[in-house]
């Protein structure tokens, strides 16, 4: 389970993240929903240690505290994080970023067992290993970009708006692909744009806005929310 507790984030004097309570637990899949702004990013980002500004209270996974650990010891906790924008290394090959993935001690031990997982799940992504990361479609990359991510060996695994740029198509498949993944045991927790399809996948859902919770709920609940309908499903 990872546990968030009264976590706040300011870049000089913005206040990004007012103190925000957040868990999810492994097998779960928990999106963030919240308008441009509202601290999305900044949540994800400093969970995974890597927000720019000033960051205070709780996060911890299975009662081990995050909060005071330097980026790589928190992919070593078994956090990883997909950030927008994929992040992936276009120069080099599908099979290098794979490889680069799985820079942790504990993920350096299962490599040959979590490259099989991760072929299991994107079998493209074997078919085109030698192919450089860049000369991929945005789909295959997004794939090359999560497949990088499990190969750190995570038990939460963490997307900022991972459909950005997708076809409704591709889209459909990546939540998909994100079912499949949680369903072995992973949380997945994502902050997405796409609304609809993302809480179509979720377990749980929160709202956030200015950086607060404003609400939590399970993700079929929140699709009927009339004020969810009307500010994230275009009224739908
Ligand atoms: P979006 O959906 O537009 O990406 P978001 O919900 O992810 O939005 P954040 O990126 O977390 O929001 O930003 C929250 C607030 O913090 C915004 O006002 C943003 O301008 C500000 N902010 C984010 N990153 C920085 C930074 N590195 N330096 C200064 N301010 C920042």
Avoid: W
């Amino acid at each position: 389970m990872l546990t968030v507790k009264g976590l706040k984030a300011a870049y000089g004097m913005h206040q990004a993240l007012a103190g925000v309570d957040l868990r999810i637990a492994l097998g779960e899949i928990v999106v963030i929903l919240g308008a441009n702004g509202a601290g999305k990013s900044t949540l994800l980002r400093a969970v995974a240690g890597l927000c720019e500004g000033q960051v205070s209270g709780e996060i911890a996974l299975d009662g081990l505290p995050l909060h005071t650990l330097p980026p790589e010891e928190i992919v070593e906790a078994g956090i990883a994080f997909v950030p927008e924008g994929r992040g992936i290394f276009g120069d080099l090959s599908v099979s290098e970023n794979l490889q680069l993935g799985a820079y942790s001690r504990h993920a350096r031990k299962n490599r040959i067992a979590n490259l099989e997982r991760v072929y299991d799940l994107f079998p493209k992504l074997k078919e085109r290993g030698r192919q450089i990361a860049r000369t991929m479609s945005g789909g295959e990359q997004q794939m090359v970009a999560i497949g990088r991510a499990m190969m750190a060996d995570p038990k939460i695994l963490m997307l900022d708006e991972p459909s950005l740029g997708l076809s409704p198509l591709l889209s459909k498949e990546l939540f998909q692909n994100l079912s499949r993944i949680s369903a072995t045991g992973l949380g997945v927790l994502l902050v997405e744009q796409n609304a609809k399809l993302s809480l179509g996948i979720s377990d749980r859902g929160y709202l956030i806005e200015n950086g607060a919770i404003t609400g939590e709920d399970r993700a079929s609940a929140l699709l009927h929310d009339p004020a969810v309908q009307a500010a994230y499903l275009g009224g739908a």
